[in-house]
């Protein structure tokens, strides 16, 4: 009954900017909270950003904070994660995703999300 879907993974060289859009479809009425996470080959997947939607709250990882910007529209429907100063540790599959509030841990544990996109890549060259 919840989809997600991300876009706008690519290539772009250090310094860069780059913004990663993820859809939500179906009942969007049921999502609490999105966020983006992370992972580059051999690491461990890691907490980018996340929005609380009741409140608009947003929280990032400190390797990105000052650089990314998260967001959503009224409906939840549309998230956005636009990158700036991109640097090659910045690669890495990024993934969508949402929750419900049913498997909820604490705001930025992956466990708190129950809907996940297929992911996107994005791949940052000095």
């Known amino acids: 009954q919840v989809q997600v879907m991300e876009s706008g993974g690519g290539s772009v060289q250090a310094g860069g900017s780059l913004r990663l859009s993820c859809v939500v479809s179906?009942?969007?009425?049921?999502?609490?909270?999105t966020a983006w996470f992370r992972q580059a080959p051999g690491k461990e997947r890691e907490v980018v950003a996340g929005?609380?939607?009741?409140?608009?709250?947003?929280n990032y990882a400190d390797s990105v904070k000052d650089r990314f910007t998260i967001s959503d529209d009224t409906g939840k429907k549309t998230l956005v994660l636009q990158m700036t100063a991109l640097t090659p540790e910045d690669t890495a599959m990024y993934y969508c995703a949402a929750g419900d509030g049913s498997t909820y841990v604490r705001w930025l544990s992956e466990s708190s999300y129950n809907y996940w996109g297929q992911g996107t890549q994005v791949t940052v060259s000095s």
């Open positions: 179906g009942d969007t009425s049921r999502i609490v909270a």
């Open positions: 929005i609380y939607h009741q409140y608009g709250w947003t």
